[in-house]
């Protein structure tokens, strides 16, 4: 058992930009929490699928987000209760990670969907039929449309599809879970990357698995690290929809990035990163053509806070598209802007 004394503490940073030619940024993100027992660390991104048939997907990616993160704080919640047998072992807590919370979490996130199409049902079109007596969306019935039969659940949830990543931390567990698209990137203790979500084969196609989907929650994947050394937890955690990793022609460019944020935190701290993320996400937007969000947690190293850094003769324009430092900085990047326009969790 983790002495709660020695666990690690997080900083959080999270940032996401709207893709070339989109209407709107349909990507969401939350980050919350230091790792405590009474704040545990969640990190959470969604990319909503986009196009027409999905157009409220930025909905979806929203409450996608929030929901993961009232789910998250409850299974933390579960991870330290203690009762006359102490706390909870860690193969009930697996079992509920790998089994409950996923059913608990779509579901959740479907029954808020359709209540939110319930509340909010399309406008009829000018001069159509008016709706019959009685009638209601989700009673087979579209609004406006008299007699003709109103879209099913599954109709309906299609506007609001959207992938989700989230990930919770506390002194006892490290769990993450995925469904569709993005990755989950980890510097290990000792500096290595790793990719504990990544799927055994490379998608094939343009499709990928959403919220929306029937029995979505048996696709979730999930990564379940009980931490028994707090020495040994990683040291930067980085959750980042698709837009990120896309916009490089290799997974080697992405796991560059990703340990360049790495040595970058540890070389110039957290807010010198804040500040130069948002450039560093748009440049990989103009390369993906598609929304691009990345939460992370970095875990501070044990005793005092490290003074802030001081600028030097080599610091370095974080600014410069040409800086040698800039973990995007490069040509592992495609050189043409892909299309973003998904269909019942089609991606490009």
């Known amino acids: 058992m ?21 209407q709107r940024n349909q990507d969401a993100c939350v980050v919350d929490g230091t790792g405590t027992l009474e704040e545990p660390l969640v990190l959470a991104v969604a990319d909503g699928h986009g196009s027409a048939k999905h157009a409220r997907s930025d909905i979806g990616a929203q409450r996608a987000t929030d929901l993961f993160a009232a789910h998250a704080r409850e299974f933390a919640a579960l991870a330290r209760a203690e009762g006359s047998a102490g706390p909870p ?15 608990r979490l779509v579901a959740a996130w479907q029954r808020e969907m359709l209540g939110h199409y319930d509340r909010n049902p399309p406008r009829p079109a000018p001069g159509s039929v008016p709706p019959a007596p009685g009638s209601t969306p989700g009673s087979g019935q579209l609004p406006g ?12 949830l299609l506007l609001y599809g959207t992938t989700l990543i989230g990930a919770v931390l506390t002194p006892r567990l490290f769990a993450a879970w995925q469904l569709g698209d993005g990755e989950l990137a980890v510097i290990e203790c000792d500096g290595r990357p790793a990719l504990p979500l990544a799927p055994l084969e490379a998608d094939l196609g343009d499709e990928t698995e959403s919220l929306c989907g029937r029995d979505a929650w048996r696709l979730m994947r999930v990564h379940w690290a009980p931490i028994v050394d707090p020495a040994r937890t990683p040291r930067l955690i980085t959750l980042s929809t698709d837009g990120l990793s896309k916009s490089y022609a290799s997974d080697e460019g992405f796991s560059r990035f990703v340990t360049g944020l790495d040595s970058r935190l540890d070389d110039e701290g957290t807010e010198s990163v804040r500040a130069a993320l948002p450039t560093w996400l748009a440049k990989a937007a103009r390369h993906s053509g598609d929304d691009t969000t990345l939460a992370a947690g970095r875990r501070l190293p044990p005793g005092p806070a490290p003074a802030p850094s001081r600028p030097g003769p080599d610091r370095h324009d974080p600014h410069d598209p040409h800086d040698p430092h800039d973990p995007h900085h490069g040509n592992d990047t495609h050189d043409t802007q892909h299309t973003h326009d998904r269909d019942n969790g089609e991606r490009r």
Do not use: C, F, I
Request: hydrophobic share 30%.
């Open 89 to 103: 072992s860690l193969s009930r807590l697996m079992h509920y990670a790998r089994h409950v919370m996923p059913r």
């Open 2 to 22: 983790v002495n709660v004394v020695d666990a690690p503490r997080w900083e959080t940073l999270a940032e996401s930009v709207q893709g070339v030619n989109k």
């Open 145 to 156: 449309s008299g007699s003709r039969p109103g879209p099913s659940d599954e109709q309906r």
